[in-house]
C-alpha cells in the first residue's frame, strides 16, 4: 500500500469512523481502524461489532493494498501534523506515516483478522431525506430505556407503513412517537428495533440534504450516502403495542407556553425528592398551581396562568421525566391531556398553520401520597 492524502481527508475520515471503535475489548482488532486503499481514494471502517461505520475519503493511491492500525493513536497523530500532505505506506504489518519532517510508524494487524462488514443490498431497500430521518431520531431516541432487563426497549422502533415512516421509544415510564411521510420507499411495510448507538452515528455522518439509501439484510440494517456507510445489529424481539397504552379518551386539556412551564418544573425540581423526583400540579380554571413537599428538606410552591378545559385535576409526576419530553417538544406552546390522576397523559406540540407534525409524547404520572 502506497498513498498521498490531504492532512484533512485524512483527519476527516478519521475522525468519522474513530467514534465507533470501542473504549475497551477484548478483540485487540477492534481498536484498529481498516483502511483500504483502492484506485482514486481510501475506504476506511470502524466497528464495535455492532455498528460499523465505513468512508471514503479522496487519495491518490499508488499501490492499492489493506491494513490495520490503531484507530485513536492514528486519529490523534492526524490531529497534530502540519498541514502539509501525507504519505501512508504499509511495510508488511507496519503502517508509516511522513508529513513535512515527521515521520510516525506504528504497529498494525493483518486486514483478514478485521471483522467483514455485512453484504447488504442497497438497490434493494429504499431512500429516505435526511431532514425526516434526523427529526426522527431526535424526537423519540431520548426516550430509550438503558435498563438492561428489558433488552426489547433498548432500541428505538422503526415502522414503515402506508407511505409513512414512524419511530417509537418508550421506557414504560414516557414514550414519545413521530411519523413523517416516507418519500420514495420501496418496502412496503416493515419494522425493526435499532440501538441508539447507529441512530446517533447516523445523525452524525449524514446531513439534512442528504439523500440516504436504506437496505436490510437479515439482522442487519444499513445506511448509505456519498461515500459514508453505517451498519448495525438489530435487536431482535417483538416491541410491545405501544398503542394499548396511549389514552383515546383523555377529555381535560392545558395549552401552556412551554417555556413558562419548563422553568417552573425546573424551580419545583431543585426541592423534589432524590428518590422520586416527584412534582405536585394542580389544575384549575386558567392557572396551574405547582408544589413540592420533600419532608427532610422542606417545600416550595409556583403558579402559571395557562387555558384549561375541564374539571380540576390534581396529578404527580416525576421533573426529570416530565423536563426531558418538554425539551423535545419543538413549538413555543405544548398541549396537555388528561383523564385522571393515575392514568397517562399526553404531551403534543401546539402547530400553527399548514405545519404537519405528527408528535407525541405520553408521561406516566406519579401517585400522589398525601
Not at 157 to 166: P, S, T, V
Amino acid at each position: 500500500m502506497d498513498l498521498t492524502i490531504t492532512r484533512q481527508n485524512l483527519h476527516q475520515g478519521l475522525a468519522a469512523v474513530s467514534a465507533s471503535i470501542p473504549t475497551k475489548t477484548t478483540l485487540p482488532v477492534l481498536s484498529n481502524i481498516l483502511i483500504d486503499a483502492q484506485e482514486g481514494g481510501v475506504w476506511m471502517t470502524g466497528t464495535d461489532l455492532d455498528v460499523a461505520v465505513r468512508i471514503r475519503v479522496p487519495a491518490e493511491v499508488t499501490v492499492s493494498g489493506t491494513l490495520t492500525a490503531p484507530g485513536k493513536k492514528l486519529q490523534e497523530i492526524a490531529r497534530e501534523l502540519p498541514d502539509q500532505p501525507v504519505k501512508i505506506l504499509a511495510r508488511g504489518d507496519q503502517l508509516e506515516l511522513r508529513c513535512g519532517r515527521s515521520v510516525f510508524k506504528l504497529n498494525g494487524l493483518p486486514s483478514e483478522d478485521f471483522p467483514s462488514l455485512p453484504q447488504i443490498r442497497f438497490e434493494e431497500g429504499w431512500t429516505v431525506t435526511g431532514k425526516h430521518l434526523q427529526r426522527l431520531i431526535h424526537h423519540t431516541s431520548f426516550a430509550v430505556s438503558t435498563e438492561e432487563s428489558r433488552p426489547i426497549l433498548n432500541g428505538v422502533l422503526w415502522e414503515l407503513r402506508d407511505g409513512r415512516m414512524r419511530m417509537v421509544a418508550t421506557n414504560g415510564h414516557r414514550l414519545a412517537r413521530m411519523a413523517v411521510p416516507a418519500g420514495g420507499t420501496t418496502a412496503t411495510s416493515a419494522d425493526f428495533i435499532v440501538p441508539p448507538a447507529a441512530l446517533q452515528q447516523v445523525q452524525r455522518l449524514f446531513k439534512t440534504d442528504d439523500t440516504l439509501d436504506v437496505a436490510r439484510d437479515g439482522n442487519h440494517l444499513g445506511f448509505k450516502a456519498s461515500g459514508t456507510e453505517v451498519f448495525t445489529r438489530l435487536i431482535e424481539g417483538t416491541f410491545p403495542n405501544y398503542e394499548q397504552v396511549i389514552p383515546k379518551d383523555n377529555d381535560k386539556m392545558a395549552i401552556v407556553q412551554k417555556a413558562s412551564l419548563e422553568a417552573a418544573v425546573r424551580r419545583m425540581a431543585i426541592v423534589a425528592s432524590d428518590q422520586t423526583h416527584r412534582v405536585r400540579l394542580l389544575f384549575g380554571k386558567n392557572t396551574v398551581h405547582l408544589s413540592v413537599l420533600t419532608p427532610d428538606l422542606g417545600e416550595g410552591e409556583d403558579e402559571l396562568e395557562l387555558h384549561y378545559e375541564g374539571d380540576e385535576l390534581e396529578i404527580g409526576f416525576n421533573a426529570n421525566y416530565l423536563l426531558e419530553v418538554l425539551r423535545y417538544i419543538p413549538t413555543d406552546e405544548v398541549k396537555l391531556t388528561f383523564k385522571a390522576p393515575e392514568r397517562a397523559t399526553i404531551v403534543e406540540p401546539v402547530t400553527t398553520g399548514d405545519e404537519d407534525l405528527d408528535y407525541l409524547c405520553l408521561v406516566m404520572p406519579l401517585r400522589l401520597l398525601d
